[in-house]
């Protein structure tokens, strides 16, 4: 069975302040481990697809990684408009286009 | 990537009847959708998968006959919950099957909060 587990469930950050959201997977045959993020009252919205270990994205003040058995999600100089819930999620290889979601990270950035 | 839109965005209903919520894909034909539920301070659980054409395929412990799923075309799926109970009240999401970067993407809609009395 296919397993997602995000950490620290919650991080609270003053502007500016750097630091990293970890996503740690169990999934046999990875298709693709995404990364998305949500505002309240909101569905999620695609932000990286990683594929195989070594890969990294960059979008804006983010940058995402993949390794074997992890990803994280590194925020630079993060600014209060970032302050969401960031999920991650798996496709796995005997479940075609099926996702399994891990818990998410809320991330606050305080100005 | 994909545009994709729900309707309604907030239902309010009683005990008893029936909801129904429609998903669009806007720019893109998705021959395949999916459904989601998400409760307060959870994260999303997959209902089932919606394939154009056929029967959707739910996943375990959701039940087929409460929730309907047709997906009549390839722009057009929709979820209708059927003698909606208080424990239905959720945040139901679809998702549509991207082309971008690749068919694993997955594109999801705004919601629709359901809050059943």
């Known amino acids: 069975e296919d397993q997602v587990t995000q950490s620290p469930e919650a991080l609270r950050l003053q502007e500016g302040e750097s630091s990293s959201l970890n996503c740690s997977y169990t999934?046999?045959?990875?298709?693709?481990l995404f990364w998305y993020r949500q505002d309240p009252g909101k569905g999620p919205e695609f932000l990286f697809t990683l594929y195989s270990a070594g890969e990294e994205k960059e979008k804006e003040r983010l940058k995402a990684t993949l390794t074997k058995k992890e990803s994280f999600l590194h925020i630079t100089a993060p600014k209060p408009e970032d302050s969401a819930t960031y999920l991650c999620?798996?496709?796995?290889?005997?479940?075609?286009?099926?996702?399994?979601f891990g818990q998410g990270t809320i991330l606050t950035v305080h100005p | 990537g994909a545009v994709v839109s729900q309707h309604p965005s907030r239902v309010i209903c009683k005990s008893g009847t029936s909801v129904k919520i429609e998903c669009r894909s806007l720019d893109f034909q998705a021959t395949t959708m999916f459904w989601y539920r998400q409760f307060p301070k959870q994260s999303l659980m997959l209902m089932a998968t919606?394939?154009?054409?056929?029967?959707?395929?739910?996943e375990q412990g959701v039940e087929k006959d409460k929730f309907l799923i047709n997906h009549a075309s390839l722009t057009l799926s929709t979820l209708t919950v059927t003698s909606a109970h208080p424990e239905d009240s959720s945040f139901y999401i679809c998702?549509?099957?991207?082309?971008?970067?690749?068919?694993?993407?997955?594109?999801f809609g705004p919601g629709t909060r359901l809050t059943v009395l």
């Open positions: 999934v046999s045959g990875l298709r693709g």
């Open positions: 919606s394939n154009e054409g056929s029967k959707a395929t739910y």
């Open positions: 998702s549509v099957a991207g082309d971008f970067p690749s068919t694993d993407t997955q594109y």
């Open positions: 999620a798996v496709g796995g290889g005997t479940s075609y286009g099926k996702l399994t």
